[in-house]
Every structure is written in C-alpha cells, then in structure tokens.
C-alpha cells in the first residue's frame, strides 16, 4: 500500500487529532488528512466533505489509490450534512479566515467538548477575534513552513475567555519567524494605506497599534 506524504501545512494540522478522536475534515478536497489519519491509524472515524461533487470524487480516488478504508464522504455545504455527534475534532484548512468563521457560526452545533483545527489562509487575525466573539478559545498553535510562506494552525476549544493582546492575535504567542512576516505585512499595507489617494488613518492607526504592541509584548518575553 501506498504511504501518503502530507505538506508541512497539512501535517501540523493532521497531528491535533487525538487518537481515537471522531473527526471531520471539511473542505476536503483531496482528502489527504483523512487518509493520513486511516494510514497511520491515528483515527478509524472521520468524515470527509466537500461543498462540490468534484473535488469530493477527486476525495474517493485518492483514498482508493492509497488503500484507505472507512472513511465516510459526504457532499454538504460546511457542517450542514454532519451532524454534531459524529465528529469530536473538526478541521477547516485551506480557506479564508472569514469562511471559516462563517462555517462555524452556521453550524448551530453545541462546541462543548470538542475541537477545532483551523489553517486559516487568510484573515488570520479576524479569525481568532471571532472565535473569542463566539466562546473559543486558542489551546495551541503551530506554523508550518513551505518555500517563502508560514502557515498558522490553530487548536481551539469552547472556553469563553477574553481575547489576548493585539500582539499575540496577529503574531502569535511566540515570537519567532511568523511573528516577523506579520510585521512586515502590516508596515507594507501602512505604506499602501498611506499612499492612498484618500488615506484610511483609522486603519493606519489601528495597524500602528499592533506594531507597537507586538514589539512590547516580544521585547517583554524575551527579557
């Protein structure tokens, strides 16, 4: 049988998955996780979805081609077709920070108990605002290199908590190569905002504020 070889990206999230745990892949497109998880017997309970019928086919091939069995496909927008007793670890990777969100708001599920595995592409930062704003809160965090871009994976439960500082909410909480592309992202969309035509000086201050509180809150740690 054929082993399947995850991405850096995909592996950091495939490894939260406690053993035993029933888990849903959503978005699965090729189905990679979920046959990571049977291969390795990390799990025999996992559902794979897909919002389209495509990538769900592309889903069966794949798993067939590796020998993968037990893994239940499912053609569903989101969480619809899952129902909250099947799956104790959801994962959302692959997509914008704000579909993610979305997904999860329109589950209607009770997250009690469970946990989410999130690689945001995007948004990353709105993202964990927004599972603050719903009663998640970040257990664990891992980055995940490939070539020139660092990858956010993020472990949350239910547990109603204020959100942390700016600093951590858009670096991380460790300082360290993510935190320094986050910097420099936020310098580069300062100089775009800037050089607007009508600048945007809520957000260019808005933006400063983390700045400057990501470099007192590593200066702090690293003391």
Known sequence: MKTIR???RLKAAAQFVSPGQAVADVGT???YIPIWLAQTGVTKRIIASDINKGPLENARR????YGAEGIDFRLCEGLSGIRQEEAEAVIIAGMGGETIASIIGAS???WRGKTLI?????KQAELIYSLYESGFSVAEERFAQEKDEIYRIIKA???PSEPPR???VYGGFEHGAYAEKQKERLFAAIRGLGAAQTP????ISEYRAVLEDMEDAYRKRNI
């Open 157 to 159: 439960v239910w547990r």
């Open 118 to 122: 999130l690689q945001p592409m995007t």
């Open 62 to 65: 794949t798993a067939a081609l």
């Open 6 to 8: 995850l991405s850096e």
């Open 166 to 168: 700016k600093a951590f």
């Open 29 to 31: 497109d090729h189905a």
């Open 108 to 110: 209607g599920w009770d």
């Open 200 to 203: 945007d000086e809520a957000k």
